[in-house]
């Protein structure tokens, strides 16, 4: 199937065939999709979706690439990327709406400026805030969950929607809108009244603390596995003597244990064999299953 001539009348542009999907995510590690496209607003969005679902063909969703594994074969039909679009702010209140493509760092920066307090959990968190409603990301004891009032969704028909805060779903790295065929377009998030100067020395305490303790100095997804009952995943890890523990180009961050970075030449095959490993090693030694955080695309 010749997916470029499928696309090729659609206003969204560029369309890469057989992008590396290593240069999308974070990780970077991926093979190839067989078509991306990065469209510019809902309407070439809308254009993208109605095309690919009249010719029956598998579309795949990203945002930044920053909490995702892409595997060594790649992904199969049209990946349609959303980190470059649906950029508008506005606020209203202590109501922001922001565009799905909006950085978290930005979100968290624009309500600090307006005095509305929070948004500092999300400063150092990287990717859209699009894909942190999406994930329920959080740190420091904040996540999207304590602020979202309500999301503007497409679905894969192109009709668009609103979904108040209530009917998310939202739990620990949850929402409803995983495997739900919705796209998030939009964010509303309401916040409260603060002082400028004391929501400018949180987030500035921590970014120092984010930047002091994690591996950003290689690339990698994030925290890999999400936090058990009771324990914290980093700490299990170090505890099982982890730490640096590697394969083929995959690592247990030294600095953190709770991470895997990519030291040079990774495959997604190595990530997914590492991770394995350390669920069994853990495992045998805590009895505690680690569960991955971060999400896994494409074919085998």
């Known amino acids: 199937m010749d997916l470029q001539a499928i696309f090729a009348g659609c206003t969204a542009k560029p369309l890469l065939a057989g992008?590396?999907?290593?240069?999308h995510t974070s990780f970077r590690i991926g093979g190839p999709a067989d078509l991306m496209a990065?469209?510019?607003?809902?309407?070439?969005l809308r254009e993208l979706l109605t095309r690919a679902a009249r010719e029956n063909i598998p579309v795949t969703l990203i945002g930044n690439g920053s909490?995702?594994?892409?595997?060594?074969?790649?992904?199969?039909?049209?990946?349609i990327k959303l980190g470059n679009m649906?950029?508008?702010?506005?606020?209203?209140?202590?109501?922001?709406?922001f565009g799905s493509g909006v950085s978290l760092a930005l979100a968290s920066k624009k309500a600090a400026g307006l005095g509305l307090s929070g948004m500092e959990f999300a400063v150092g968190i990287p990717g859209s805030i699009g894909g942190a409603v999406y994930m329920n990301a959080g740190a420091y004891d904040g996540e999207m969950s304590k602020v979202v009032a309500k999301v503007r969704v497409m679905d894969m028909t192109g009709a668009v929607s609103e979904i108040p805060a209530a009917k998310l779903d939202f739990a620990y790295r949850h929402t409803a809108l995983q495997n739900s065929g919705k796209i998030v377009i939009s964010v509303t998030v309401k916040l409260t009244a603060g002082d400028k100067e004391a929501i400018a020395a949180k987030m500035a305490d921590f970014s120092s603390r984010r930047i002091?303790?994690?591996?950003?100095?290689?690339?990698?997804?994030?925290?890999?596995?999400?936090?058990?009952?009771?324990?914290?995943a980093g700490t299990l890890i170090d505890q099982t003597g982890l730490k640096g523990y590697t394969v083929g180009g995959a690592q247990v961050s030294k600095k953190h244990a709770?991470?895997?970075?990519n030291i040079?030449?990774?495959?997604?095959?190595?990530?997914?064999?590492?991770?394995k490993d350390v669920q069994d090693k853990v495992f045998a030694a805590h009895g505690v299953h680690l569960e991955p955080e971060v999400l896994v695309l494409g074919e085998e």
């Not at 649906?86 to 709406?97: F, H, P, S, V």
């Not at 709770?258 to 970075?261: D, I, L």
């Not at 040079?264 to 991770?275: F, H, P, R, S």
């Open 19 to 23: 992008e590396p999907m290593q240069k």
């Open 38 to 44: 990065m469209p510019a607003d809902e309407a070439e």
């Open 67 to 79: 909490n995702l594994l892409v595997r060594d074969k790649g992904i199969r039909g049209l990946v």
């Open 86 to 97: 649906l950029n508008d702010i506005k606020a209203e209140g202590d109501l922001i709406t």
């Open 212 to 232: 002091s303790k994690q591996p950003l100095e290689l690339p990698s997804a994030g925290s890999m596995f999400k936090r058990p009952a009771g324990y914290f």
């Open 258 to 261: 709770g991470f895997v970075v």
């Open 264 to 275: 040079g030449g990774a495959t997604a095959a190595d990530v997914l064999q590492l991770i």
